[in-house]
């Protein structure tokens, strides 16, 4: 009995010791999630209030003299395009490729290839640029490169761990990093989620489900202690559907997504011919062409072209001037397209929400709908053009819930998600994301001269494209 008690005893200190060693590791592997999601919240709630004040800026130019569009958009736009070029040139676009192609090639051979990508250059650079074509009134948004920010905070802070730290897996950071850049920016933590699951991960997502999990929340969480809580735009009236709303959600989805994707590929065939673009100064040239013809747009067509298009969105949903003009939505999508395609640093998701949410207005002041049915046929826009462009439509259905807090109609918007995704692949079979983030790859690959380096860069790329063939052939 003696011998069974000492037993007993000696494997209970031994259970109890592992317990507090579990505990103590796991602890120490969750701080730096932690801390990384404060400093995002933070970060993110200040890059939107200078993005704010640069639209605002951007506005009292307008109103003081609307020809001076002619002066501060070629020039906002050359600016951009020149910081981005001379300090960082991977901080350009939408930044969510950037954070894919990081998180594809990332190994401890390619460590210096993923700093060009995500690191603190990249986050002074990409607010810089952007707020500057803010300025100018480029038709971009804030939450790509809110994304692209908040992976190099992640990155950053997986650097400066000391190397007794339990190890963590740069890429769970960088993961994990821009679902909480996506939560704090648009205020939608599911939303954030499902996009590291759908866009951004290849791996098993029980891997770091509760890195994901608790970063999201506690991003939010800062982001709202500074801004309060709210809804990134409102609680549009929906209630009362017509029966027959489901055919033109069906239709409106067909149309967007198509849209969305053929956008997207015109935005990749004009970055193919800038590439054969030799002499030096065209690319300059370019960018001041670019910002003469959306001044030209914006002051003999309408002033709609410029800004990310929250302003559209707002207006029909909420206001009784609810049926766009044919011309709203393409000119959202030109603005997008010069705006994307200088090379400076600006998103697609607002634009292409606002670009969604016109054609929905615009087929439902065809089929002349009520109130209720109009918001409906906004809302499934919203989620079909960001899903032409993103091929995400589980990230795009959960996004715009969050957004408007409207619950109820969410099998109406997964048919719009659905039918879109379909759509586009009609225009195109790859993604936008997936393309650019190749493309980056590929550069990176073309300018890299050590050879192994190259050759890890070579196989990741090939293990990425074996896993999309595996999963394109389960579909």
């Excluded at 890059?47 to 800026?57: D, I």
């Amino acid at each position: 009995m003696i011998i069974v008690h000492w037993l007993r005893s000696q494997l209970k200190r031994s259970f109890d010791r592992i317990r507090n060693e579990d505990l103590k590791k796991n602890a120490l592997q969750a701080i730096p999630f932690w801390i990384a999601s404060v400093i995002t919240g933070i970060v993110a709630v200040v890059y939107a209030k200078m993005f704010l004040w640069a639209e605002e800026l951007s506005h009292l130019i307008i109103h003081y003299h609307v020809w001076l569009l002619f002066i501060s958009m070629p020039l906002c736009f050359l600016v951009a395009w020149w910081l981005v070029k001379q300090f960082s040139p991977y901080a350009r676009g939408s930044g969510i490729p950037q954070v894919a192609a990081a998180i594809q090639v990332s190994s401890p051979t390619t460590s210096y290839i993923v700093d060009k990508l995500l690191s603190f250059r990249i986050i002074v650079i990409k607010i810089a640029s952007s707020l500057v074509m803010a300025i100018g009134g480029a038709t971009i948004g804030r939450e790509g490169p809110t994304i692209q920010i908040a992976a190099s905070v992640y990155k950053l802070v997986y650097q400066v761990l000391p190397a007794w730290w339990p190890k963590i897996a740069k890429r769970n950071m960088m993961v994990t990093g821009a679902a909480a850049g996506l939560a704090a920016a648009f205020n939608t933590p599911l939303g954030g989620i499902v996009f590291a699951i759908e866009e951004l991960t290849k791996t098993h997502f029980s891997y770091f489900k509760t890195a994901i999990f608790s970063s999201v929340i506690i991003a939010g969480l800062s982001a709202q202690a500074l801004l309060g809580p709210y809804l990134y735009l409102g609680f549009p009236k929906i209630d009362n559907l017509a029966p027959f709303i489901f055919l033109g959600i069906a239709l409106v989805g067909i149309v967007t997504g198509m849209l969305g994707s053929g956008m997207a590929k015109f935005i990749m065939f004009i970055f193919k011919l800038k590439r054969r673009m030799k002499f030096k100064y065209n690319q300059a040239l370019y960018v001041i062409a670019g910002g003469l013809v959306m001044a030209f747009l914006a002051y003999f067509v309408d002033l709609g072209i410029l800004g990310s298009g929250k302003d559209l969105m707002v207006r029909v949903l909420f206001t009784h001037d609810k049926y766009s003009v044919w011309y709203a939505p393409v000119l959202k999508m030109v603005g997008s397209v010069i705006s994307f395609t200088t090379g400076a640093s600006g998103g697609v998701f607002a634009p292409a929400l606002s670009a969604g949410a016109g054609v929905g207005s615009l087929i439902s002041g065809w089929m002349h709908l009520p109130e209720s049915d109009t918001n409906m046929l906004i809302l499934a826009g919203m989620v079909g053009f960001l899903t032409g462009v993103t091929r995400s439509p589980f990230t795009s259905v959960i996004l715009v819930l969050e957004m408007t807090d409207r619950n109820s109609v969410i099998f109406h918007l997964i048919l719009a998600g659905m039918v879109a995704s379909l759509a586009a692949v009609l225009i195109d079979k790859e993604s936008f994301y997936d393309r650019l983030k190749h493309q980056y790859i590929d550069e990176m690959i073309l300018n890299e001269k050590d050879d192994e380096v190259k050759e890890a860069l070579e196989e990741r790329t090939d293990e990425a494209l074996e896993a999309t063939e595996k999963r394109n052939e389960e579909l």
